[in-house]
Nanobody, 118 residues
Framework: QVRLVESGGGLVRPGGSLNLSCEPTISINSLLVVAWHRQSPGQQRDFVASITKYGAINVADTVKGRFSISRDSAKNTVYLQMNNVKPEDTGVYYC????????????WGQGTQVTVSS
């Protein structure tokens, strides 16, 4: 069973920064895509950013210019760097990974809480 271990959430003031980490229990190079999604209170889960094993990046317009995603194969970790955070960035951030073999498998982490408040 593949697990995604998230860390780095917490309380941060508006304008501050956080760096979230997602470490899978299998090699990151075996995952086609790793993405971050978030769910704010009372809202649906929304896409934030993704990165493929080939390095292709996609970032939601709502966070473009403030958030960035990266991967470190040596540390087997995908990061979400959150800069200039706003109160509306508050929510539970989930790591999601897709593995393709002879089928598609989607994996989700347990989520890490991010609260932006003064």
């Amino acid at each position: 069973q593949v697990r995604l271990v998230e860390s780095g959430g917490g309380l941060v003031r508006p304008g501050g920064s956080l760096n979230l980490s997602c470490e899978p229990t299998i090699s990151i190079n075996s995952l086609l895509v790793v993405a971050w999604h978030r769910q704010s209170p009372g809202q649906q889960r929304d896409f934030v950013a993704s990165i493929t094993k080939y390095g292709a990046i996609n970032v939601a317009d709502t966070v473009k210019g403030r958030f960035s995603i990266s991967r470190d194969s040596a540390k087997n970790t995908v990061y979400l760097q959150m800069n200039n955070v706003k109160p509306e960035d508050t929510g539970v951030y989930y790591c999601n990974a897709v593995k393709i073999t002879n089928r598609r498998d989607d994996y989700w982490g347990q989520g890490t809480q991010v609260t932006v408040s003064s």
